[in-house]
C-alpha cells in the first residue's frame, strides 16, 4: 500500500516538474487530477461581521446585561488592593526586621571582641557597685556608732542628774533594747 502512494507521489512529482518547465503553474491539483476533475468554486458567502457603533455601547450592553459579575470583579479588585497594601506593608516589616537582624548578625560576627569587653565592664561595674553597698553599710554603721556615742555621752550627762534607781532603769533598757552599755 505504501509503495503505491509512494509511486503515485513520484508521479505527482514529475507531472508537477514537466508543467514547471512548461510554465504552467499548477494551483493545488496534479494535472492528472485536473483532467479528471470539474474546477468548483466557492459559492458559500461568509457572513460579514457586524462592527459595533461604538465600543462604549458594547461595553454598556455587557455591563448591563451582568451587574453582578461586575459586583464580584469590583469587589475582589478591592480585596487585590488591600491584599497588596499588606504584602507591602509585610515586606516593609520584613525588609526593617531582615536590616535589624543583619545589624546583628554584624556586631556578633565582626565584633566578638567588643561583646567580651562590654560583658568585662558589666562585671566590673557590677563589682563596683557591691563594693559601693559595702562602703555605705560601713559608712552606715560608723554614723551609727558614732550617733550612739553621742547618745552615750547625752545619756551619761543625765544620768548623772538623775536618781539611782532611774540611773539603773535606764542602763538596763538601753541595754536590753539598744545593746547600749554605759
Same mark, same amino acid.
Given at each position: ?21 512548461m510554465g ?34 458594547v ?9 453582578e459579575?461586575i ?13 497588596? @497594601? ?7 516589616? $520584613? ?9 546583628v ?10 561583646i ?17 553597698e ?6 552606715a554603721?560608723?554614723?551609727? @556608732?558614732?550617733?550612739?556615742? @553621742? ?17 539603773? $532603769? ?9 545593746g547600749?552599755?554605759?
Amino acid at each position: 500500500m505504501s509503495r503505491l502512494v509512494q509511486n503515485e507521489n513520484v508521479e505527482n512529482a514529475i507531472h508537477l516538474r514537466q508543467d514547471g518547465a512548461m510554465g504552467i503553474k499548477p494551483v493545488g491539483l496534479s494535472i492528472s487530477q485536473k483532467k479528471n476533475t470539474p474546477v468548483k468554486k466557492n459559492t458559500t458567502k461568509q457572513p460579514k461581521p457586524v462592527a459595533p457603533e461604538s465600543v462604549d455601547d458594547v461595553l454598556k450592553d455587557i455591563l448591563s446585561h451582568q451587574p453582578e459579575r461586575i459586583r464580584e470583579i469590583q469587589t475582589l479588585s478591592l480585596q487585590m488592593a488591600e491584599l497588596e @497594601e499588606e504584602n507591602r506593608a509585610l515586606r516593609a516589616r $520584613l525588609e526593617a526586621s531582615s536590616k535589624v537582624d543583619e545589624t546583628v548578625q554584624h556586631l556578633l560576627r565582626e565584633q566578638p571582641s567588643r561583646i567580651r569587653e562590654i560583658h568585662s565592664l558589666s562585671q566590673q561595674m557590677a563589682q563596683k557597685d557591691r563594693e559601693n553597698e559595702e562602703l555605705r553599710a560601713r559608712m552606715a554603721a560608723m554614723e551609727l @556608732e558614732r550617733s550612739m556615742v @553621742e547618745v552615750d555621752a547625752i545619756t551619761r550627762d543625765r544620768l548623772r542628774h538623775e536618781p539611782p534607781r532611774i540611773r539603773n $532603769l535606764l542602763r538596763s533598757k538601753l541595754a536590753s533594747n539598744y545593746g547600749i552599755q554605759l
